[in-house]
């Protein structure tokens, strides 16, 4: 069998203005159907807040820097081509070429 790899309807330069923009609110994880890493990144956005609202910087710090680190990762793998949407496909940068996934063939 010999099946090619299915590019991501979801457009390329909307996640990646999406996670470049606003990534520490994990706006882009729903665009791209990632429900879970969506809910997680808002959630550190939020403790983030309310740590610096309660008087504990050194912890909206961590939290702070853990939500910008996951953003950064996530850009950077959008930028390349290598970051995949919620049903496994990968966002393709214009032009990109998809491999063909290795066959079990014996």
């Known amino acids: 069998m010999n099946a090619r790899e299915i590019s991501s309807n979801k457009s390329y330069t909307v996640a990646v203005c999406l996670s470049g923009v606003f990534g520490v609110f994990g706006i882009q994880h729903f665009y791209m159907g ?4 969506g809910i997680i990144d808002v959630s ?3 403790a983030t807040i309310y740590l610096f609202l309660v008087g504990e910087p050194v912890w909206a710090l961590v939290t702070g820097a853990a939500d ?8 950077i793998m959008l930028l390349t081509g290598s970051f995949r949407d919620g049903s496994g496909r990968l966002i393709t940068y214009p032009g990109q070429r998809l491999r063909t996934p290795p066959t ?3």
């Open 44 to 46: 550190l956005f939020v």
């Open 34 to 37: 990632r429900w879970i890493e």
């Open 68 to 75: 910008a680190l996951h953003t950064l990762i996530v850009t």
């Open 104 to 106: 079990d063939d014996h």
